[in-house]
């Protein structure tokens, strides 16, 4: 069964109307970088231009941050998720959380 799941930022959908409010969906994901990693985006930092190994660091802890919370809300019997707010933190020198959060409702 193929189960589409809307999620935007915004506190509505344009066009739906929501019947039902089914409670606050979360996700987090703490990831550590490595030595390696932190070492090259040094050298990207001195002489300038992106650290592509960090982008995509960050992509995967946010993409699995918002697959938590499409998860809760899904277990909720959601078919979306309105108010969706990404939140990205250090956690000490070389930890970085982000976190998820948003509401889970029924779209008629």
Request: proline residues 1%; aromatic residues 4%; negative net charge.
């Amino acid at each position: 069964m193929l189960l589409i799941m809307i999620v935007s930022t915004t506190p509505s959908i344009e066009g739906r109307q929501i019947v039902e409010y089914l409670g606050i969906v979360t996700g987090e994901t703490v990831i550590g970088a490595n030595i390696f990693r932190d070492f090259m985006a040094g050298i990207r930092d001195i002489v300038g231009g992106r650290s592509s190994s960090y982008e995509e660091v960050l992509k995967e802890a946010k993409d699995t941050a918002l697959r938590e919370a499409i998860d809760d809300a899904i277990r909720l019997g959601a078919n979306a998720v309105v108010g969706i707010d990404i939140d990205y933190e250090t956690i000490g020198q070389s930890m970085l959380m982000v976190s998820v959060s948003g509401t889970a409702v029924r779209l008629l």
